[in-house]
């Protein structure tokens, strides 16, 4: 069964930096894409950063620059580093595993499986 | 980026009602949808992926259609857990985007 488990939250101040960590087991790490999505609080979901299986990685533009994914697939993890945090980046954190499989009709690129999230509150 | 947006963005309805969530992108998105099952406290939940596919371990009652850029997520006969927030999804082209949700209340 997967499992995903995100940690690191907590509160920083505005202009601080923090690292959310996300173990994941369960599944063959190395062979699924990862991404991290956030919900502030009363809003919906936002897509935060994904890292590919190469490694390669991709960012909404609210974090580009200012936040860095990266993976270990010899610790079976997916981390946020975040930097230069602003009040808006206040949210619970998810780390997701891609679904993978058929990539014919885009399904592979659905969001197959969530952590129960950490909480990042930024304020003064 | 596509905006995607969901209606209605909250409905109220019984046990056993069939309920349908509409979800229309600013652009085609193909069948790159994704809908999304949402309670507090709780991780979100794959429903639909692909538009139609019903996700591994979901009720049939679930279902999807859709492509291009007009989708819709049913539920045939409404159940004491399905009353959540229900988010649709596009991974067509980055960033990617949600819709602003649909809260489905009890009557």
């Known amino acids: 069964e997967v499992h995903l488990e995100e940690s690191g939250g907590g509160l920083v101040q505005p202009g601080g930096s923090l690292r959310l960590s996300c173990a994941a087991s369960g599944f063959t790490f190395g062979d699924y894409r990862m991404g991290w999505v956030r919900q502030a609080p009363g809003m919906g979901l936002e897509w935060v950063a994904s890292?590919?299986?190469?490694?390669?990685?991709v960012y909404a533009a609210s974090v580009q620059g200012r936040f860095s994914i990266s993976r270990d697939n010899s610790q079976n993890t997916v981390s946020l580093q975040m930097s230069r945090l602003r009040v808006e980046d206040t949210a619970l954190y998810y780390c997701?595993?891609?679904?993978?499989?058929?990539?014919?009709?885009?399904?592979?690129?659905?969001?197959?499986?969530w952590g129960q999230g950490t909480l990042v509150t930024v304020s003064s | 980026d596509i905006q995607m947006t969901q209606f209605p963005s909250s409905l109220s309805a019984s046990v056993g009602d069939r309920v349908t969530i509409a979800c229309r992108a600013s652009q085609t998105t193909s069948t790159y949808l994704n809908w999304y099952q949402y309670k507090p406290g709780r991780a979100p939940r794959l429903l639909i992926y692909a538009a139609s596919r019903l996700h591994s371990g979901v009720p049939s009652r679930f279902s999807g259609r859709g492509s291009g850029t007009d989708f819709t997520l049913t539920i045939s006969s409404l159940q004491p857990e399905d009353f959540a927030t229900y988010y649709c999804h596009q991974s067509y082209t980055d960033p990617w985007t949600f819709g602003q949700g649909t809260k489905v209340e009890i009557k």
């Open positions: 997701a595993k891609y679904l993978g499989g058929d990539c014919s009709d885009g399904g592979c690129y659905s969001l197959g499986s």
């Open positions: 890292v590919f299986t190469n490694g390669g990685t």
